[in-house]
């Protein structure tokens, strides 16, 4: 089944410890991207990947940073988490940018104490 | 740079009446224009897209949406709404592809 996976699904974290939400897709998509949804304010973009080894920022990359090593994976690393990175994060992903079609993976809810 | 701006935050509605979401967005050069849809405890799943061609698009679960470039608004709509619909929609606009900009999401609700 072609899907997008993250993991975990469900985190509870201390501030400054830290960790890694890993995104997986299987459709050999090309573009990949992460979003964090916090209510009243839709989802935002943190960061994104054309490809393998190119990563750009979106519009909050502040306390985030990813990789992109393969095809496959796109990781979001919070180096030292704070709580106001309490959210609920989706990876996704599209064959290519100009395909413009973003597949979704389920969420990752995430909690700093 | 471009911004959208959902202009309803919930709209509640009985089954089977008709129902339009907002959107309205901001920016300075062509854009390509998105409805998703969450429903509870799940992620986002494409209704329908504007990439060119006709303003008028149709999506899966009946829903359409018009662009209108001169009011920059693409409205989404459906004739007759299910207790099923009952989600969160999600306008969004990209410029280039890559940076895809949400709005703030209308919770649909659908009384019986």
């Known amino acids: 089944e072609a899907q997008v996976t993250q993991n975990p699904r469900y985190l509870i974290t201390v501030t400054g410890k830290k960790l890694t939400v890993t995104c997986s897709q299987n459709?050999?998509?090309?573009?990949m991207s992460w979003y964090r949804q916090d209510p009243g304010l839709g989802l935002r973009q943190i960061y994104y990947s054309m490809n393998v080894e190119v990563t750009d920022k979106g519009d909050v990359p502040e306390g985030y940073k990813v990789s992109r090593k393969e095809k496959r994976n796109f990781p979001l690393i919070l180096e030292s988490p704070s709580p106001n990175q309490t959210s609920l994060y989706f990876c996704?992903?599209?064959?290519?940018?100009?395909?413009?079609?973003?597949?979704f993976g389920p969420g990752t809810r995430l909690t700093v104490l | 740079a471009q911004s959208v701006t959902q202009l309803d935050s919930q709209v509640p509605v009985f089954e089977e009446a008709p129902v339009e979401l907002r959107c309205n967005y901001s920016?300075?050069?062509?854009?390509?224009l998105f409805w998703y849809v969450q429903y509870p405890n799940q992620g986002l799943q494409l209704l329908l897209k504007?990439?060119?061609?006709?303003?008028l698009v149709k999506g899966i679960n009946g829903f359409e949406a018009e662009f209108n470039k001169s009011q920059t608004s693409f409205h989404l709509r459906k004739p007759s709404v299910h207790i099923s619909d009952t989600a969160e929609y999600f306008c969004?606009?990209?410029?280039?592809?890559?940076?895809?900009?949400f709005g703030a999401g209308t919770i649909l609700r659908v009384k019986s």
């Open positions: 504007y990439l060119s061609g006709s303003t």
């Open positions: 920016s300075s050069v062509s854009v390509y």
């Open positions: 969004a606009v990209t410029e280039d592809g890559n940076k895809l900009v």
């Open positions: 459709m050999n998509h090309e573009y």
């Open positions: 996704a992903s599209s064959l290519s940018s100009r395909s413009n079609e973003q597949f």
